[in-house]
């Protein structure tokens, strides 16, 4: 097993603002530490971190650079509204989303991935 398929975790705060089309997304550590701020609208997305500021055409190209993986925005958005929207190699279970939670699996392509949202009031 290389690197690429070692296992990875990523714990933030998040607060999401907006639509897939425009919109805003803070993430925070876990003790409230800015790591980035994004913002999107038509044609355009960008990431500001204390390190850097970059830019891409759209949020979904902005999220494949900065995690290096295709995270199926569009679908995500809709599963946040309990619409449970078909994404490629993606399974969402939006069976707890009334209780806070949302669980999404990609499994294809390899490497497997979870995503596992808590959201709060």
């Known amino acids: 097993m290389d690197d690429s398929d070692a296992p990875r975790s990523f714990t933030a705060h998040f607060e999401l603002q907006g639509t897939a089309r425009s ?12 790591l980035a701020r994004l ?3 038509a044609g355009e997305a960008s990431i500001e971190t204390a390190q850097e500021r970059r830019n891409a055409p759209s949020l979904e190209s902005l999220l494949r650079d900065v995690t290096g993986e295709a995270l199926p925005v569009d679908a ?11 994404a490629s190699g993606w399974q969402a279970d939006l069976q707890q989303l009334e209780q ?6 990609r499994t294809q392509p390899h490497p497997p991935a979870t995503l596992r949202i808590l959201l709060n009031p």
């Open 23 to 34: 919109g805003s997304l803070e993430l925070s550590t876990p003790l409230g530490t800015l």
């Open 39 to 41: 913002q999107w609208s």
């Open 76 to 86: 995500l958005f809709d599963w946040l509204m309990g619409v449970p929207t078909i």
């Open 100 to 105: 806070g939670r949302l669980n999404a699996t």
